[in-house]
């Protein structure tokens, strides 16, 4: 008997241990749909609002408010176009494109990193054809998207590429190149995704399709593992209701159930059936 009660016990602690990484899980499932929940709130509540000036959103070496991303803004200055880096590997019309990226100095002393869109990959290490950023006084509205992290492998890019959108590292390189003005220092707050410009050029490259709004799976995943959590109490459950009913059985004196084979004693019976009429 204490060799049984041992070993339903180690069954419950297996039960306990699976049941302990479900609910992890589904924690986990539940803060990824939290997040996806926020970041679709943001963008039904911000995506077409009205743009005002860059400083009531992002003042001067100021960090961007979660809240505010995707806020459009006005921008008044110039680009840099010579101060032009592409993206690389960013996915876009089912490829791996270049996302390009121009400095925008503000008349108020400001250089805000504007993404104008993305361009399709050319037969070598750069696209065939980036359209050119507009030259003087240029009025451009934009959308405020937070920097991105480096990449952790530590990849990096060729010459006038980089990895991703790091402000930090964008303002370096443009600081090794000479290009930027100590009076003007690039915004680290938040980078500008473009939606429009004034004067309009003639070419430019492909705007950004809206965010997508699908919640996701990550609901349902959660529910599913707090399920699986269930499945194996009851599956041990079962287990040592077989074992106790398999036990009792034996200590009556009966054999262990089996399962019936009705077939077979049909087929018996008619046998015998056959033989008393003669027919074998």
């Known amino acids: 008997m204490r060799r049984r009660l041992l070993r339903w016990a180690g069954y419950v602690a297996v039960a306990l241990v699976f049941a302990v990484v479900c609910v992890l899980l589904s924690q986990w499932q539940f803060a990824r749909n939290e997040g996806r929940e926020t970041q679709i709130r943001l963008v039904e509540e911000n995506?077409?609002?009205?743009?005002?000036?860059?400083?009531?959103?992002?003042?001067?070496?100021?960090?961007?408010?979660?809240?505010?991303?995707w806020r459009p803004v006005l921008l008044r200055g110039e680009y840099v176009p010579e101060g032009q880096?592409?993206?690389?590997?960013?996915p876009h019309g089912g490829t791996s494109a270049f996302e390009v990226l121009v400095p925008f100095r503000t008349d108020d002393g400001r250089t805000l990193i504007v993404n104008r869109g993305w361009v399709a990959p050319g037969e070598g290490e750069v696209p065939d054809v980036v359209p050119a950023?507009?030259?003087?006084?240029?009025?451009?509205?934009?959308?405020?998207?937070?920097?991105?992290?480096?990449?952790?492998s530590g990849r990096g890019a060729p010459e006038g590429q980089v990895p991703s959108i790091n402000l930090g590292f964008v303002a370096d390189l443009l600081e090794s190149e000479g290009l930027q003005d100590p009076s003007a220092p690039v915004d680290a707050g938040a980078y500008g995704a473009l939606v429009s410009e004034d004067p309009a050029p003639s070419a430019r490259p492909h705007g950004f399709d809206a965010p997508s709004e699908d919640p996701g799976p990550h609901l349902s995943y959660a529910i599913q593992w707090i399920l699986?959590?269930?499945?194996?109490?009851?599956?041990?459950?079962?287990?040592?209701?077989?074992?106790?009913?398999?036990?009792?059985?034996?200590?009556?004196?009966?054999?262990?159930?089996?399962?019936?084979?009705?077939?077979?004693?049909?087929?018996?019976?008619?046998?015998?059936l056959l033989d008393a009429a003669g027919h074998r």
């Open 47 to 69: 995506y077409d609002a009205p743009a005002v000036p860059l400083g009531d959103l992002l003042p001067a070496g100021a960090a961007l408010d979660p809240e505010d991303e």
């Open 133 to 152: 950023a507009p030259t003087g006084p240029v009025e451009a509205v934009v959308r405020l998207r937070p920097q991105e992290p480096l990449p952790p």
């Open 85 to 90: 880096l592409l993206v690389r590997n960013r």
């Open 228 to 272: 699986f959590a269930l499945m194996g109490f009851i599956f041990i459950g079962y287990i040592i209701r077989t074992e106790v009913v398999k036990h009792r059985e034996e200590a009556e004196g009966r054999p262990a159930r089996e399962p019936r084979r009705r077939r077979d004693r049909d087929m018996h019976d008619e046998d015998e």
